[in-house]
């Protein structure tokens, strides 16, 4: 592999059923060097909209599974060039965040991993008080693999780094959920997932009002969302309720587990 083959970058999407924003994110990574959509069998254009845009698709079976994370190294294998980046279907990457990229890789001090700020949007707005939501999602191929749970981020080789969070124009857009409606058929998923792995943990009567009740101080006073008007507000009683809704199932798999004993 020569120098200009090490300088080469891959941007991996996990999808299902994701037409919605598909075209846009596509618009935004098509002058990387590869773009590598990684389907769980959807159900709508999804694929098509990949094919046509030229992208190389490899198919990993959906099964049961309510998250990509199970899917993550698969796709991130199936890439062909040393430097991933990880992009879901509803992120768009700015053409400053392109260049800087292209330009680290060429640093010999360059970190093995970048944490990379992300811009979140809810019922239209950017809200702050989400900022900078560091992921990481750019990294060296080789030696890389992804937890396959909810909500994990990959292990990566190396050092890594994050891009300063005042550089706002090197962060990932993400944009807006569906609606209220959607957020919330997510947070019970992604509270069912949380259960499983906190399953056996002792909650009280006490947590279900003191976990929520610190996310949402955390996130609308601490971290500011008041000034983000009523999405804020409103994205701050959902974290709240995402808590006790982990709390709820913890206790009742808890619960289940001592009857199944005691039969």
Not at 77 to 103: G, I, K
Not at 106 to 134: E, H, S, T, V, W
Not at 252 to 259: A, D, G, I, R
Request: charged fraction near 25%; hydrophobic fraction near 35%; proline fraction near 5%.
């Amino acid at each position: 592999m020569d120098n200009n083959d090490n300088n080469k970058i891959s941007v991996v999407i996990n999808t299902y059923n994701a037409q919605l924003y598909l075209q846009q994110v596509l618009d935004t990574v098509k002058d990387f060097d590869e773009v590598l959509v990684c389907d769980m069998e959807s159900t709508d254009s999804t694929v098509e909209i990949a094919l046509r845009n030229g992208c190389k698709v490899v198919t990993f079976p959906k099964a049961n599974h309510r998250c990509a994370e199970p899917a993550r190294t698969f796709a991130i294998q199936s890439a062909s060039n040393p430097w991933v980046l990880t992009v879901d279907a509803d992120e768009l990457v700015t053409p400053q965040l392109r260049e800087y990229l292209y330009d680290r890789i060429k640093d010999q001090d360059c970190p093995a991993g970048l944490y990379i700020p992300r811009k979140n949007y809810f019922m239209g707005r950017f809200i702050r008080a989400g900022y900078p939501d560091y992921i990481l999602r750019f990294f060296k191929r080789e030696g890389t693999v992804w937890p396959p749970y909810v909500h994990t981020m990959p292990i990566v080789q190396g050092r890594t780094e994050k891009i300063p969070a005042g550089r706002e124009e090197l962060a990932l857009i993400h944009l807006d959920e569906e609606g209220v409606e959607s957020r919330v058929r997510k947070l019970n998923d992604y509270s069912s997932d949380a259960a499983q792995k906190r399953k056996g943990k002792n909650y009280g009567v006490l947590t279900l009002f003191t976990k929520p009740a610190f996310h949402f101080f955390k996130y609308y006073i601490f971290k500011g969302g008041f000034r983000d008007g009523k999405p804020a507000l409103i994205r701050a009683l959902l974290n709240a309720f995402y808590q006790v809704m982990v709390v709820a199932k913890v206790i009742e798999l808890n619960q289940k587990s001592k009857n199944n004993k005691q039969i």
